[in-house]
């Protein structure tokens, strides 16, 4: 067998083009980013009523931006109002930027049977802030933002890393819905025409 093998280093026809494709593909991708905008005005950042809420992004993947590692957006909880809650296995740093409010986080464990368990804690903690604090959420934490002010809206900064998809660990979970989703769902082509304060 060893004979064999050492026998196939002394080859001389094709079997697989891997490593040529490779450094195509390098090659390629170097010159697409040469291409691609360094500095993003805010009309090239698209609005989306998402159902984790209204949010701006700022770098996202399908966007024609360099950035190869984090997607981040900026969101805008009405007064009163919450985010969407949801799951994602991607850690998650927040910035706030202006307003007040709290996370409720959720911790996530698993069990492995015939197949993964989600165990979500029937509690969550809950953790308050304000206007120039960070915020941290673990891995696989179920999460949800809260506005607590009832005349001013919250406006915050997050970014996600895309590492644990490129692993293929990527697992996103939308367990409730943003309350303007529904209303926006109620009143088609009405996300068109909604520009959140200080934009």
Avoid at 78 to 95: D, L, T, V
Avoid at 125 to 147: K, L, M
Wanted: net charge negative; aromatic share 12%; with cysteine.
């Amino acid at each position: 067998m060893l004979y064999e093998e050492a026998e196939k280093a002394h080859i001389r026809k094709l079997e697989s083009n891997y490593y040529e494709e490779k450094l195509r593909d390098s090659r390629r991708k170097n010159e697409e980013n040469r291409k691609k905008q360094k500095i993003l005005k805010p009309e090239c950042m698209p609005w989306e009523n998402s159902r984790q809420g209204i949010i701006k992004h700022l770098f996202n993947e399908k966007m024609n931006v360099p950035v190869e590692s984090v997607d981040a957006y900026m969101q805008f909880i009405p007064p009163g109002s919450r985010s969407g809650k949801h799951r994602h296995m991607s850690e998650e740093y927040i910035f706030v930027l202006e307003g007040k409010g709290y996370d409720l986080h959720w911790d996530v464990d698993f069990e492995l049977a015939d197949k993964y368990y989600w165990k979500v804690d029937k509690e969550p903690s809950r953790w308050e802030w304000e206007q120039g604090d960070s915020i941290y959420i673990p891995p696989n934490t179920v999460h949800q933002h809260f506005n607590i002010d009832p005349k001013k809206p919250l406006r915050f900064i997050s970014a996600t890393s895309r590492a644990v998809r490129y692993i293929g660990f990527d697992d996103l979970e939308q367990i409730e819905d943003a309350p303007e989703y529904k209303e926006m769902l109620i009143r088609p082509g009405a996300q068109d025409s909604y520009v959140p304060p200080n934009s």
